[in-house]
């Protein structure tokens, strides 16, 4: 089944710590996915950010609101047990734990960690919506609007792209290959850029810093979708330089066909659609600007260790 959100984890894993024995995070996790029957691919799916699994993250923060509640403590690194207080709460039976079960019954110190993210100019409705907003942990609330964002960047991107004049498209395409490793220098390859206009190559680069061999180019603002016909008349004019590696970017998209031609053919050809071009000037810094940065840090474990 997929991974439930981080509240469906709380009452099974204070019923997990129930043994008063100190237990691992990696303990819990096999736990709770024996529980929940989850299969591994779920267990491995990513967060958007790539740097932790979902499942993971939602466990460490039912670990984290159950802490903040008084019911788990931390006994070292890593580590935790149920206190008298959560034990005292499976006592009572309860359906569910979430963040409004927490609200009722859990420290004050939940109260103070979750009440101001509820804060919204309504002091009322405060507690009715504390458990409907929090069903994505912390990490997932930033890293959907860190995604949201990029995809409005992106569209805002390929919208200016496509406006732009052919020759500032060109040099675009030669800014972000030399960004991301080839072409040498910028200025050998702008030098390279326009030097074989002819025979459907509008260009050539550098695959490495010594030129030991080279990618051909061609680049097509367009709004109508590339179909196969325009990838194999590429291909074929690779045969005239006797390439045999070649990328075709457009601000539009392939068709399927396009797609297939590419992945049966000997040569090697990369495809990069509008979308993927975006996302590419985005991770390269081509055409965008840093405008807020944001560090998130943990507890480090380690300055603590020697602690007596």
Not at 2 to 17: E, T
Not at 202 to 214: F, M, P, R, V
Not at 290 to 295: G, I, P
């Amino acid at each position: 089944m997929p991974v439930p959100d981080f509240q469906s984890f709380m009452l099974p894993l204070l019923k997990f710590a129930a043994d008063h024995e100190e237990h691992t995070k990696s303990d819990a996790s096999d736990a709770l996915a024996l529980h929940f029957n989850i299969v591994d691919a779920d267990r491995k799916e990513m967060l958007p950010s790539g740097r932790q699994t979902r499942f993971n993250n939602r466990i460490a923060w039912a670990i984290v609101y159950l802490r903040k509640a008084k019911f788990l403590e931390s006994t070292r690194r890593g580590r935790f047990k149920i206190t008298d207080r959560g034990f005292e709460i499976l006592k009572s039976n309860p359906p569910r734990i979430d963040a409004k079960y927490l609200m009722q019954h859990g420290d004050a110190e939940f109260k103070e960690f979750h009440q101001p993210s509820r804060r919204n100019g309504n002091q009322s409705e405060e507690h009715d919506d504390a458990d409907a907003e929090v069903v994505r942990t912390p990490r997932e609330v930033m890293d959907a609007g860190y995604q949201e964002m990029r995809r409005d960047l992106s569209q805002e991107l390929l919208t200016r792209v496509k406006s732009c004049q052919p020759q500032f498209f060109e040099q675009l395409v030669v800014d972000l290959l030399v960004a991301m490793g080839y072409g040498g220098s910028l200025k050998d390859a702008g030098e390279a850029v326009g030097q074989s206009g002819d025979g459907g190559v509008d260009g050539i680069i550098k695959e490495d810093k010594l030129g030991l061999e080279a990618i051909y180019l061609q680049a097509k603002r367009w709004e109508n979708t590339v179909g196969r016909p325009v990838v194999q008349a590429f291909a074929g004019s690779l045969d005239g330089y006797r390439a045999k590696k070649g990328v075709l970017i457009t601000t539009s998209q392939f068709s399927p066909e396009a797609k297939d031609y590419v992945s049966r053919i000997e040569k090697k050809i990369v495809l990069i659609d509008g979308e993927e071009l975006a996302k590419l000037m985005i991770d390269y810094g081509i055409g965008v600007a840093t405008d807020a940065v944001y560090e998130i840090k943990r507890l480090d474990m380690d300055y603590f260790e020697g602690e007596l």
